[in-house]
């Protein structure tokens, strides 16, 4: 299931596997299964965000797939739509480079017309 993308090398408890971080490495470089998807969020950090940030990460989820089948016919052939990070705190909108993507406890997946710019990343 690693080296398909299905699944991911949980080090806690494995930290000495290293046919799984292998395997997890080459499905990632290779865009396979889970990693082939924007903005993939390892299980343990979905599970430390707050139940209300869960709910929003999973309709945002069921929204961009939604318009990924729209848009891209089902097939995203390499493509990214542009998915943006919204700290709720302070209403600033992060993109995929910034270092503070996906960094804050208050936050959720936004779009591109939400919140305010970052000033680091123009976001």
């Known amino acids: 299931m690693v080296k398909s993308g299905f699944a991911w ?6 930290p000495d596997y290293e046919e799984y971080a292998t395997a997890q490495k080459t499905a990632g470089l ?3 299964g889970l990693w082939g998807m924007p903005n993939v969020m390892s299980p343990w950090k979905f599970r430390a965000l707050s139940p209300t940030n869960r709910a929003v990460e999973k309709e945002f989820a069921v929204k961009f797939a939604t318009i990924q ?3 891209l016919g ?3 052939g390499g493509k990214k ?9 302070s209403n600033s909108r992060h ?7 996906q960094k804050t406890k208050r936050g959720r997946m936004a779009t591109a ?3 305010q710019p970052c000033g680091l990343c123009g976001g």
Do not use: D, I, P
């Open 9 to 14: 090398h949980y080090t806690k408890y494995l």
């Open 30 to 32: 290779q865009r396979k």
């Open 69 to 71: 089948e729209k848009v």
């Open 74 to 76: 089902g097939n995203a």
């Open 81 to 89: 739509a542009a998915l943006f990070w919204l700290n709720t705190s």
């Open 95 to 101: 993109n995929g480079t910034c270092r503070m993507f």
């Open 113 to 115: 017309n939400e919140g």
